[in-house]
Nanobody, 122 residues
């Protein structure tokens, strides 16, 4: 069983920075991708940033140049570095770990963190 525990959220003023961390435990072999999502109240959960197994990254247009996704395999931890934060970045942030199952009928399985709140004041 895989568990993801997030940390690093909080209240910050506009223009400030935060670093979110997501520690994975359990059987985390065969990682296909990692990602961060966010969800504001009354909104759908949207992709913020992702990284595939080869290290290629993808960012939502709204965070390009401000956010950076990374991972430390030695610590089983993924990060989201957030700079130049804006009030519209306020949301609950979720990490997601996608593992390859090795079965062709269900090749991937997703695991989610519990979410961490980020609030940016103007």
């Amino acid at each position: 069983q895989v568990q993801l525990v997030e940390s690093g959220g909080g209240l910050v003023q506009a223009g400030g920075s935060l670093r979110l961390a997501c520690v994975a435990s359990g059987s985390t072999f065969r990682i296909n991708s990692i990602a961060w999502y966010r969800q504001a109240p009354g909104q759908q959960r949207d992709l913020v940033a992702s990284m595939d197994s080869g290290g290629s990254t993808n960012y939502a247009d709204s965070v390009k140049g401000r956010f950076t996704i990374s991972r430390d395999n030695t610590k089983n931890t993924m990060y989201l570095e957030m700079n130049s934060l804006k009030p519209e970045d306020t949301a609950t942030y979720y990490c997601k770990l996608q593992l390859r199952t090795g079965t062709p009928w269900n090749p991937y399985r997703d695991y989610w963190g519990q979410g961490t709140q980020v609030t940016v004041s103007s």
